[in-house]
C-alpha cells in the first residue's frame, strides 16, 4: 500500500556522526514527537548502521504505521505514518 501523504521531512540514518546530540536516531525521535495525524516521515537507512528492526520497535512504541518503500542491497527507505 503506498500512502498517498507527503512525507513531513526526510531522516537519513546512513551514517552516525559523533556525538550523541547530532545522532539521526535523536533527530528521528523529535520529528515523530512533531507529527501531527495524517502526517509522514520518510526514513533511509544502512541495515548495517541502523536496522530496519529498530525503526520499527521506535514506531511501534509510538503507535506509527511503516511501510517499507523501497530496499537495494542494505540501503532501505521506509515511511513511518501517524
Known amino acids: 500500500m503506498r500512502w498517498l501523504t507527503e512525507y513531513l521531512e526526510t531522516v537519513d540514518l546512513r551514517s552516525k556522526p559523533s556525538g550523541c546530540s547530532q545522532?539521526?536516531?535523536?533527530?528521528l525521535k523529535k520529528l515523530i514527537n512533531q507529527l501531527r495525524e495524517g502526517g509522514a516521515i520518510r526514513v533511509v537507512t544502512?541495515?548495517?548502521?541502523i536496522p530496519v528492526k529498530t525503526i520499527e520497535v521506535i514506531a511501534k512504541k509510538k503507535g506509527l504505521s511503516l511501510e517499507i518503500v523501497?530496499?537495494?542491497?542494505?540501503?532501505v527507505e521506509v515511511y513511518l505514518k501517524k
Open 23 to 27: 545522532h539521526p536516531l535523536v533527530k
Open 46 to 49: 544502512d541495515e548495517r548502521v
Open 70 to 75: 523501497s530496499r537495494e542491497g542494505n540501503v
